[in-house]
């Protein structure tokens, strides 16, 4: 299966192609490439704020950001709040979180004066829609809210450690954080 195609896919929401990355342990180049292809649209999209240097830092982080999300997911998913059917793998959460990253490359439309905030925070808006479908999928639930958990776990857990890692480099902008 073509990467386009499932790209389309997955930004439609659709369940039926994250259960066919999910078993398809052949499509993990495929979903870096994806998760590589939204950090440079949006790199794109804030070009004029972030210049060349930050597209490049921007699509590492996103690796490492994908990688690390993936895996808060399978412990969270797996170990803290699975169903009695769960069962999945690291591999399989990258497959899925990684295609569901599809909808950021509509950040690209960010480089159009005034669109900026509007694209991102839509963009947002449907890559967390389509993480849910992709952990849903992957952890085998049969809720939805359960998967929707998954995700406020995950984010609590990030945002704590980024906040952490800010203090420990004093705050925002070198200003130490009070």
Request: aromatic share 8%.
């Amino acid at each position: 299966m073509s990467m386009q195609n499932r790209m389309i896919r997955a930004a439609k929401l659709d369940a039926h192609l994250y259960e066919e990355v999910e078993a398809d342990a052949g499509a993990m180049y495929q979903a870096m490439s994806v998760v590589v292809l939204a950090s440079i649209a949006s790199g794109i999209g804030m070009i004029e704020q972030v210049g060349i240097g930050g597209l490049v830092m921007g699509t590492l982080a996103a690796l490492l950001g994908w990688y690390v999300w993936a895996y808060l997911a399978y412990l969270i998913g797996t170990k803290l709040i699975p169903e009695p059917q769960t069962h999945a793998d690291f591999g399989q959460l990258l497959r899925t979180t990684g295609f569901s990253s599809s909808p950021g490359v509509i950040r690209i439309l960010g480089i159009i004066p005034g669109l900026t905030g509007i694209v991102f925070l839509l963009a947002a808006i449907w890559m967390l829609a389509a993480m849910v479908i992709a952990i849903r999928q992957a952890l085998d639930y049969k809720s939805t809210l359960r998967a929707v958990g998954v995700c406020a776990i995950g984010w609590i857990i990030q945002a704590v450690f980024l906040a952490f890692l800010l203090s420990l480099m004093g705050g925002v902008g070198g200003v130490p954080a009070d």
